[in-house]
């Protein structure tokens, strides 16, 4: 993303411009019913809990309940259900025609439950879809810091640092970006405010772009070289920017993963193809952002689909999410609720209020930070702690 006037992606702007933000879907969303031998009754069995497809976290329980019903009426008290995902099992008796149960031990990702009765000499079942993800973890601050500290940018740095300082619960990681990559020497104004960034607490990661996999892996390792090179002890992690996202460009991005993490396996990686990507890019970044793009926009997404389920088997630390457009304080703390929320299941956020609109490549919403930088960095904390919004100022 090279930012110019016309286009900002991640490049000090350049938006990816894709986003896959599938409606609520996927299947698994009606029960199936299937009698199965015996022709005395007619025997049906249809999920009542959970809803279908909705989204659970691994070791809290999966409450499960089926209706029965035999010739159209409540099957016997006592009929036994069998439910049943994955490896998982459980049992339960009908009362006024409802079988209820827990299934414990159900693994992360898509998971079909089943539930399964008989009565009557008939055996029937369900099926349902729902999604299970990895206990999440506290959820982290990804800023596209594509501003200079020098002008305009000196206050958004002191800003930063004194966010960092002053929320040493939040962690906050900033995207360090001189100028479309490291520039061609170090920055001593760039050093200076890095460095106090970093003695107050947060972390940095250098911007490197990569054109859709279409740069020379030779140019890109030269460029993550300069970082290491220019800023030492200050950058910590690499942020590739403009990643593929179909399989055809794996084995570069697999390629330039291993040679950061040659550097030190410690060094965080972090992929923006602003869309989720096929699975196999889990093994190839630390951290993917799976959306970039307006707050309107990121009310609809959903990773329920066949496509992009797999995100559900991984922890919420492989997902962020880069929003701008989102208006005031009241949208910021939405947008922060719907990231940490089960269906979204991220782990890295970052919203702005500064604007872009992709079809017209008018705007760069990381020229700064927004308005509510201090209120982003209290929501995301009491998000953190279960506590109760904080009053937007």
């Not at 299937?34 to 005395?40: A, E, F, H, I, L």
């Not at 010739?71 to 006024?96: L, P």
């Not at 106090?196 to 972390?203: I, L, M, S």
């Not at 956020?349 to 079809?359: A, I, N, R």
Request: charged share 10%; proline share 6%; net charge neutral.
């Amino acid at each position: 993303m090279r930012p110019s006037p016309a286009r900002p992606h991640l490049r000090l702007g350049a938006l990816a411009l894709a986003s896959l933000l599938a409606a609520c879907g996927g299947g698994g969303g009606s029960d199936e019913q299937v009698p199965d031998g015996g022709n005395n009754s007619r025997v049906s069995v249809q999920f009542t809990e959970p809803a279908a497809q909705e989204v659970f976290t691994v070791g809290q329980g999966l409450p499960v309940a089926a209706r029965v019903a035999v010739d159209g009426a409540d099957a016997a008290d006592g009929t036994a259900v069998q439910f049943s995902a994955g490896s998982a099992s459980a049992s339960g008796g009908t009362r006024a025609g409802v079988a209820t149960a827990t299934l414990g031990g159900v693994a992360a990702g898509r998971q079909q439950l089943g539930a399964t009765a008989t009565a009557g000499g008939t055996t029937a079942s369900a099926a349902r879809t729902v999604y299970l993800r990895p206990a999440p973890a506290p959820l982290q601050v990804l800023v596209p810091a594509y501003f200079h500290p020098t002008g305009n940018g000196a206050a958004a740095w002191t800003a930063m640092a004194a966010g960092a300082a002053a929320h040493p619960g939040v962690r906050i990681t900033a995207i360090l970006n001189p100028s479309n990559g490291p520039s061609s020497r170090a920055d001593a104004a760039i050093a200076n405010a890095a460095a106090g960034f970093v003695n107050a607490g947060g972390q940095l990661a250098g911007y490197v772009a990569t054109d859709w996999g279409k740069r020379s892996a030779s140019t890109v390792k030269r460029e993550i070289d300069a970082y290491f090179s220019y800023y030492p002890g200050l950058v910590k992690g690499i942020f590739l920017d403009e990643m593929a996202a179909t399989s055809k460009e794996l084995a570069f991005y697999d390629d330039v993963y291993k040679y950061i993490k040659a550097k030190d396996a410690s060094l965080l990686v972090i992929g923006n193809p602003g869309t989720i990507p096929v699975a196999g890019y889990a093994d190839v970044a630390d951290v993917l952002a799976t959306f970039e793009g307006k707050g309107s926009t990121y009310a609809g997404y959903d990773p329920r689909t066949p496509q992009a389920d797999w995100l559900y088997a991984q922890p919420n630390t492989k997902q962020a999410a880069l929003v701008h457009n989102v208006a005031n304080c009241a949208a910021m703390q939405t947008a922060v609720g719907a990231a940490a929320s089960a269906r979204y299941q991220a782990g890295w956020v970052y919203m702005t209020s500064l604007q872009y609109e992709p079809s017209t490549g008018v705007g760069n919403p990381w020229s700064g930070l927004p308005g509510y930088w201090t209120n982003l960095l209290d929501t995301v904390g009491s998000v953190n702690a279960g506590q109760a919004l904080p009053a937007c100022s």
